[in-house]
């Protein structure tokens, strides 16, 4: 029998309110973990699936406090015991991999140094052999080049790679249990993919138990034994990941295993109709870099383009050169068969009105100290001139337009969840009444179920207001669900755009086709199972090209 490793019972963690007092957000939650095993942490924000997994160090976040449980780690209490305890084991027999790498390094140190820090710190490996251990989980996480990437800073390497020299660094001190929150969750599909299969052998190879958290259930049936699924701080059900998959026996559960069910339909490209916004032979850079070459696109009155490609594919910059935050080197672009100033200061009050922009992470997007009504209403100021009272009446106009009642203009952002704020981001792009909104990966920090609202909603909006979008993602499941057409860009080049019929339907281009081999299918084994088909195909390609040689 397997030997347990971590037991939580009856956990109870409160936070602080508004009101100064206490609310409970984690109710009764026990779990059981053995050596070498996977539990995954399943559920939607708010669920309180960081709070039970940072409860495994024995820790909570600011203005959490641990009420009551037991948290046992090999047989010893966790729960009330001494700093200095609980200090010895954190960073050693129980570490942490954070959603965002990028947040978590220091940029002004190199990677090495931070990576062997815990394992130095606490005595476990002299400065030498965590080093030597650190290039040797280089190697096995593929990393390039294992002798020197630690040497490297945080911002000379990919975001896929920072997150795997975060698990690097979470492994050099041999623990017991690694806790992995939302490791991939800001990832293209196939980042994502060389990301996870680079932990799941990792977690074999060096025979580690983990607490995986995410909330995408397809994901984490590619790693997990067992699931756990949380919702509202409660245990709705738990079981092998066979059986959740296959057998859930609670509704919330049933929901979260069902394939997303937002679908635009299908409607013919307007053969006649002028388009609203082009993109003409644009080549951009940064400084001496080139960025975008020869980019050619069009987009129709009350139809979604979708921009998709991996991290670093020029998705981005070619936002920032349609609003005339990055001029162009070569081209142009055109609205409404007008061309656009390139530059965002040489654009009049109207240019800019007509072209908004909804950013990603609604946190950053929205100033803290500023209450809803305050943001939502500083475009109706700039661009229409309104008093505040005609202000205030606009404002809760839009606020019910994207389903939160009025009283949200009096609150902050930071009592707002993540799927309110991007709401408030959408509101605050449509106070201008713009012909364009580009949506720049506006769902990919949100859980499945707050995502799909949020895509319900943009197409509401665009059927009521015939506001074109371009809709810039990752998620291959956002385009199948909301897309009209689709652009399929790498490095920098645009290798295959059509409706989404065409691009979706084989044959493909072969990166559009590695691309939609890359979304998980909430399917045990599916992630071995497209990593063979993967090696066997290279397989072959090499044999091929050793008989064409011969």
């Known amino acids: 029998m397997t030997e347990l490793l971590l037991s939580i019972t009856d956990l109870h963690i409160a936070a602080r309110s508004e009101q100064g007092g206490l609310q409970e957000i984690v109710n009764g939650v026990s779990l059981r973990l053995e ?13 309180g699936k960081s709070t039970v997994g940072l409860a495994a160090l024995g820790y909570t976040r600011h203005g959490c406090r641990l009420l009551s449980g037991s948290i046992r780690l090999n047989g010893e209490e966790l729960f009330g015991a001494p700093y200095e305890k609980l200090r010895q084991i954190r960073g050693a027999r129980v570490t942490y991999v954070a959603q965002s790498a990028a947040a978590a390094f220091d940029p002004a140190h190199r990677l090495e140094d931070q990576i062997i820090e815990s394992a130095v710190v606490h005595g476990i490996l002299s400065p030498e ?53 939302e490791p991939t969750t800001a990832l293209d599909v196939t980042t994502q993919i060389e990301v996870l299969a680079a932990i799941k052998a990792a977690i074999r190879d060096e025979r580690l138990a983990a607490i995986y958290i995410t909330h995408d259930l397809a994901l984490v049936a590619q790693i997990a034994d067992r699931i756990l699924v949380l919702k509202d701080g409660r245990m709705v059900e738990e ?135 305050e943001i939502i209403g500083r475009p109706l100021s700039f661009y229409f001139g309104l008093g505040a009272e005609a202000r205030r009446r606009r404002v809760e106009e839009l606020l019910r337009a994207v389903e939160l009642a009025p009283e949200f203009a009096d609150r902050y952002p930071g009592e707002l969840s993540g799927g309110q704020k991007q709401r408030v981001c959408i509101a605050r792009a449509l106070a201008a009444e713009p012909d364009v909104i580009i949506c720049d990966e506006v769902t990919s920090a949100l859980d499945v179920q707050v995502a799909d609202a949020v895509l319900r909603l943009l197409l509401d909006l665009q059927a009521a207001t015939g506001v074109a979008y371009l809709f ?6 956002t385009v199948r669900a909301i897309a009209d057409d689709i652009v399929v860009m790498l490095d920098g080049r645009i290798v295959e755009q059509g409706t989404r019929e065409d691009i979706l339907t084989p044959p493909h281009h072969p990166y559009t086709d590695l691309l939609l081999s890359s979304v998980p299918e909430m399917e045990v084994g599916w992630l ?16 091929i090209m050793e008989a064409a040689d011969r």
């Open 239 to 373: 079981g092998a990941t066979e059986d959740i998959l296959k057998r859930p026996t609670q509704p919330y559960t049933r929901a979260l295993v069902q394939v997303r069910r937002v679908h635009k339909p299908s409607a013919p490209q307007p053969a006649a109709q002028e388009p609203l916004l082009e993109v003409r032979g644009v080549d951009a850079a940064y400084g001496a870099v080139p960025v975008l070459e020869d980019i050619w696109l069009r987009l129709c009155r009350g139809r979604t383009t979708a921009v998709v490609g991996e991290s670093g594919s020029g998705k981005s910059t070619l936002a920032r050169v349609i609003t005339g935050l990055l001029p162009p080197r070569r081209g142009e672009v055109r609205l409404l068969g007008e061309p656009l100033p390139p530059g965002l200061r040489q654009r009049n009050r109207d240019q800019l009105r007509r072209i908004q922009l909804v950013y990603q992470m609604p946190d950053v997007a929205l100033n803290p100290r500023h209450k809803v009504e």
């Open 528 to 543: 071995d199972r497209i990593l063979a088909e993967r090696a066997a195909r290279k397989a072959r390609g090499e044999r």
């Open 472 to 477: 810039i993602t990752h998620d291959l499941a």
């Open 35 to 47: 050596h070498g095993t996977v539990l995954g942490l399943i559920g939607e924000s708010g669920a």
């Open 129 to 181: 052999e965590a080093r030597r251990e650190a290039r040797r989980l280089y190697e096995k996480l593929r990393l390039p080049d294992p002798d020197n990437f630690g040497r490297r800073y945080p911002h000379q390497v990919s975001g896929g790679q920072l997150q795997r020299a975060m698990t690097v660094m979470a492994m050099v001190p041999k623990p017991d249990l690694v806790v992995f929150d």
